[in-house]
């Protein structure tokens, strides 16, 4: 009998510990893998929490590591609703030192933890420190856009998501959570690389420890605490802080709407694209009455591209043998059959290269029907005059850019100058320009070099671009030589950098718009010998690219120069 009761006994036992290994899996598994996930729960249901960041996101940042959208760090007030027991007589005092109305204080008395808006002085920082009150406090706050943003355009900006089409859309393509009272990218870098830039958390933030109360636990109160890993990435891109900077300064004083790109000469990387209006991506809202095109990238957008086309055509009548710099034409003027010239009486006879220097059209009207349109077209594609890829930066393609159209009837004259169905960016002519410069060979323009995690890993790399043969040394050469007399003797001598020369071609395209009025171009180079930069200006509504865009390029490279020697 005491064998049959010993042996239920163990059958008990092992039945019991059978049905309990389940439980004790899971509990093991509770403790070992979702025991940090569960008490970092527990204590957030013991804490009241402030980011110490408006919008938790990576940064955008310069070649050399300098923010390009993180603003600056400002003191705010915080305030822990739960904790304050008097909060009338809270409201009454900061009222006073914020010279703020207590109605317009007491809506941010309620409900969760939050910094007030308010800026602060130093004096007011000190007056809300002495009063010393329980759940009331000063941190520095981190606001992404500072007052004066550089690369507005290129960076972009932020707004709430529209609708829930595209929040499923952000949901299915990041691990990242989106709410519909989440900021995200809306144009520029800020769109594009959405899903890198969004943090998961706040860098930081102040975190208050209570009771079930509300009271401040004691040796605990409110701290600030960083977040380990908030899941966000950094956007490295090829622009230069100090060279977007004299970029904009300059505009700024002489370019009401336009566009300026600079990229080096060397690589193809952009170092600075500004545009104009600009508008300030920490308030939208300030931009919206303002002109049409405030929010679009000029250093992007088509336009025709007058004379500076003619490099095309040039280069094109070189290769192919057709032209040489001592031909000698004949200008009527504005009585040319073909095309009249912005110089009215004519130049008469005039050689090749002074009719480069000059920007005489009736000359690269007669080249360009010598030519041909399959040649301008072929030259012009090659030049990357249909292609508005940059490396980094996907952009959607403009589909008005159409080079065939330049073989249609009565198109061959106008496009030969520049004008009709020719359409390119300030990127791209930024780009065709600094062909002519490496000696013939075309090189893809970038804006991005590589994605960074918080811990400095990169996490995804963009190579300098590819590049291609277009036009022979020689033909290259002949061209540097021709742009320098257009800055020595001919109409684009207002872009001579004094102590360091420079090259380059002007342009003057006709607008359609019901008045009279011009898109003044210049793009060149600098220094003559040796090129570090080529920059491209146009400025909207000028009087010709001599006058209005040549001294642009003249006062960038003089900012941009002597600080690269």
Same mark, same amino acid.
């Given at each position: 009998?005491?064998?049959?009761?010993?042996?239920?006994?163990?059958?008990?036992?092992?039945?019991?510990?059978?049905?309990?290994?389940?439980?004790?899996?899971?509990?093991?598994?509770?403790?070992?893998?979702?025991?940090?996930?569960?008490?970092?729960?527990?204590?957030?249901?013991?804490?009241?929490?402030?980011?110490?960041?408006?919008?938790?996101?990576?940064?955008?940042?310069?070649?050399?590591?300098?923010?390009?959208?993180?603003?600056?760090?400002?003191?705010? =007030?915080? +305030?822990?609703?739960?904790?304050? #027991?008097?909060? $009338?007589? %809270? @409201?009454?005092? /900061?009222?006073?030192?914020?010279? *703020?109305?207590?109605?317009?204080?007491?809506?941010?008395?309620?409900?969760?933890?939050?910094?007030?808006?308010?800026?602060?002085?130093?004096?007011?920082?000190?007056?809300?420190?002495?009063?010393?009150?329980?759940?009331?406090?000063?941190?520095?706050?981190?606001?992404?856009?500072?007052?004066?943003?550089?690369?507005?355009?290129?960076?972009?900006?932020?707004?709430?998501?529209?609708?829930?089409?595209?929040?499923?859309?952000?949901?299915?393509?990041?691990?990242?959570?989106?709410?519909?009272?989440?900021?995200?990218?809306?144009?520029?870098?800020?769109?594009?690389?959405?899903?890198?830039?969004?943090?998961?958390?706040?860098?930081?933030?102040?975190?208050?420890?209570?009771?079930?109360?509300?009271?401040?636990?004691?040796?605990?109160? =409110?701290? +600030?605490?960083?977040?380990?890993? #908030?899941?966000? $990435?950094? %956007? @490295?891109?090829? /622009?230069?802080?100090?060279?977007? *900077?004299?970029?904009?300064?300059?505009?700024?004083?002489?370019?009401?709407?336009?566009?300026?790109?600079?990229?080096?000469?060397?690589?193809?990387?952009?170092?600075?694209?500004?545009?104009?209006?600009?508008?300030?991506?920490?308030?939208?809202?300030?931009?919206?009455?303002?002109?049409?095109?405030?929010?679009?990238?000029?250093?992007?957008?088509?336009?025709?591209?007058?004379?500076?086309?003619?490099?095309?055509?040039?280069?094109?009548?070189?290769?192919?043998?057709?032209?040489?710099?001592?031909?000698?034409?004949?200008?009527?003027?504005?009585?040319?059959?073909?095309?009249?010239?912005?110089?009215?009486?004519?130049?008469?006879?005039?050689?090749?290269?002074?009719?480069?220097?000059?920007?005489?059209?009736?000359?690269?009207?007669?080249?360009?029907?010598?030519?041909?349109?399959?040649?301008?077209?072929?030259?012009?594609?090659?030049?990357?005059?249909?292609?508005?890829?940059?490396?980094?930066?996907?952009?959607?393609?403009?589909?008005?850019?159409?080079?065939?159209?330049?073989?249609?009837?009565?198109?061959?004259?106008?496009?030969?100058?520049?004008?009709?169905?020719?359409?390119?960016?300030?990127?791209?002519?930024?780009?065709?320009?600094?062909?002519?410069?490496?000696?013939?060979?075309?090189?893809?323009?970038?804006?991005?070099?590589?994605?960074?995690?918080?811990?400095?890993?990169?996490?995804?790399?963009?190579?300098?671009?590819?590049?291609?043969?277009?036009?022979?040394?020689?033909?290259?050469?002949?061209?540097?030589?021709?742009?320098?007399?257009?800055?020595?003797?001919?109409?684009?001598?207002?872009?001579?950098?004094?102590?360091?020369?420079?090259?380059?071609?002007?342009?003057?395209?006709?607008?359609?718009?019901?008045?009279?009025?011009?898109?003044?171009?210049?793009?060149?180079?600098?220094?003559?010998?040796?090129?570090?930069?080529?920059?491209?200006?146009?400025?909207?509504?000028?009087?010709?690219?001599?006058?209005?865009?040549?001294?642009?390029?003249?006062?960038?490279?003089?900012?941009?120069?002597?600080?690269?020697?």
């Amino acid at each position: 009998m005491d064998l049959f009761r010993q042996k239920r006994l163990i059958k008990t036992f092992y039945l019991i510990l059978i049905l309990f290994i389940p439980l004790i899996w899971h509990l093991g598994v509770i403790q070992l893998v979702h025991g940090q996930e569960y008490s970092e729960r527990a204590l957030d249901q013991r804490t009241l929490k402030v980011a110490l960041e408006d919008i938790p996101r990576g940064n955008i940042l310069d070649r050399n590591g300098e923010t390009l959208s993180g603003g600056q760090r400002e003191p705010r =007030i915080l +305030v822990f609703p739960p904790i304050i #027991t008097d909060k $009338q007589a %809270v @409201i009454d005092k /900061l009222a006073l030192i914020l010279d *703020q109305k207590p109605q317009d204080l007491a809506p941010y008395f309620k409900g969760q933890p939050r910094y007030l808006p308010f800026p602060l002085t130093y004096n007011q920082t000190l007056a809300v420190n002495e009063l010393n009150i329980l759940g009331l406090r000063v941190e520095q706050v981190n606001f992404r856009y500072g007052p004066s943003p550089l690369a507005a355009h290129v960076i972009g900006h932020l707004g709430y998501i529209s609708d829930i089409g595209r929040l499923d859309r952000l949901n299915s393509l990041s691990h990242k959570k989106y709410t519909l009272s989440d900021l995200v990218g809306q144009s520029g870098l800020e769109y594009f690389y959405e899903q890198q830039l969004k943090a998961a958390s706040p860098a930081n933030f102040a975190r208050a420890y209570v009771d079930v109360y509300h009271h401040l636990i004691a040796g605990l109160g =409110i701290k +600030v605490e960083n977040s380990a890993n #908030t899941g966000r $990435q950094d %956007v @490295i891109t090829t /622009l230069d802080a100090h060279i977007q *900077q004299v970029v904009e300064q300059v505009m700024d004083q002489r370019v009401h709407r336009g566009a300026v790109v600079v990229m080096d000469a060397q690589t193809g990387d952009l170092l600075a694209m500004a545009s104009r209006p600009n508008f300030n991506p920490a308030n939208i809202a300030k931009s919206l009455p303002g002109d049409n095109d405030t929010f679009l990238d000029h250093c992007t957008a088509l336009y025709q591209p007058g004379s500076i086309f003619k490099i095309v055509v040039a280069a094109a009548a070189l290769e192919e043998g057709l032209v040489k710099p001592g031909d000698i034409f004949v200008c009527l003027g504005e009585k040319d059959h073909l095309v009249s010239c912005w110089h009215k009486p004519g130049h008469g006879p005039i050689t090749f290269e002074e009719a480069f220097a000059q920007s005489c059209n009736p000359v690269f009207a007669e080249l360009g029907l010598k030519l041909g349109a399959a040649k301008i077209i072929s030259y012009a594609r090659a030049f990357g005059l249909e292609s508005q890829s940059i490396i980094g930066y996907p952009i959607p393609r403009d589909k008005r850019q159409n080079m065939s159209l330049i073989g249609k009837p009565y198109n061959l004259v106008n496009s030969s100058i520049g004008q009709g169905p020719v359409l390119a960016t300030p990127v791209q002519l930024t780009a065709m320009l600094n062909t002519i410069i490496n000696d013939g060979v075309y090189i893809q323009p970038r804006l991005v070099k590589e994605l960074k995690t918080e811990k400095g890993e990169v996490t995804r790399s963009f190579p300098l671009g590819s590049s291609h043969k277009v036009i022979s040394s020689g033909t290259a050469r002949e061209l540097k030589r021709l742009m320098g007399l257009v800055t020595s003797q001919g109409v684009g001598r207002e872009a001579m950098v004094p102590g360091y020369g420079s090259a380059g071609k002007t342009g003057s395209a006709q607008v359609a718009n019901g008045v009279s009025t011009v898109n003044a171009w210049f793009c060149g180079y600098a220094p003559l010998e040796h090129p570090r930069y080529v920059v491209t200006v146009l400025v909207e509504e000028g009087v010709s690219g001599g006058e209005s865009a040549a001294p642009v390029f003249r006062e960038i490279m003089e900012g941009i120069l002597p600080t690269s020697r």
